[in-house]
């Protein structure tokens, strides 16, 4: 028996964005990541008052409850992702601004933009083992004990220690060196020469080896294989456009970092992330899937 007080409502729902923001890095869904925070507190309230007194840190607790649906979950994705429909992209996140405009203006349900949503790394965890992104997420981004991490993972601390290392020298390699103010140069000079259907210019503002991958997820048109090369890119943008006259290109922050919307009578129908190294564009991931586009669409419930 405690004589701990049970935490109170404001209390534990002040824990909340941790939880989503935990959640978000680890699953790259933000409607999976909510699907996860609501789980996360229905075991929390499924348990009794004095089971909730016992727990010293209920932030702790519920991080690590969170972290455990979402290494079973990942532990499932495979088998999802090959019914997948087309390449699949982690679901982009827009500027805060943005969210309150299109979804909710509660900041308990924002998830937090800095370098470890951006889209490069996101896709860079979605290449790892379940074990490998829980111990690396939770310790390098949100730095948890390796202790604390090993009891989530089911591994001992030094095998959560090596998976974290593995997975911060992917990392690494994936970094972007250039700084905001210049991709964002970059991608406004993209914007415009794809707005001219200007294939030399964009051609120069490629890179030869450039990729650009979507994801429609068998909902919309969408290319089923990523397209490379530099010419092959500028003149599968340039048949958009003419595919699809009355597009509209926004500039925008997309998972923190500078991004392109393309809206059609008013409508996001895509958001596309870039990696950019100097004056050119390596890839472009084009998020087309409606059902990731719902942060981006004004009256989504």
Known sequence: ????????????MSERRQVINVAYRLLGSLADAEDVVQETYARWYAMSPQQREAIASPGAWLTKVAGRICLDLL???????????GEWIPEPL?????WINGRSADPADRVTLDESIGMAFLVVLDSMTPAERVAFVLHDVFRYPFAEVAEIVGRTPAA???????ARRRIRASRSPEAPAAQRAVVRAFKEAWEAKDIDALVGLLDPAAIVIADGGG????????IEGGGQVARYLVGIGDRAPGLTILERTVNGQPGLVA???????????FAVAGDRIERIWAVRNPEK???WTAGTP
Request: proline share 11%; aromatic share 2%; glycine share 6%.
């Open 160 to 166: 959560c220690r090596q998976l974290s290392s593995s």
């Open 293 to 295: 586009l719902r942060p």
């Open 1 to 12: 028996m405690t004589n701990r007080p049970e935490p109170d409502l404001g209390a534990i």
């Open 75 to 85: 532990g499932s994705a495979r088998a999802r992702r090959e019914r997948y429909v």
């Open 263 to 273: 809206q059609h009578d008013g409508v996001t129908v895509t958001v596309a992330a």
């Open 94 to 98: 827009p500027e805060p601004a943005e």
């Open 219 to 226: 909902l919309v048109n969408a290319v089923l294989r990523p």
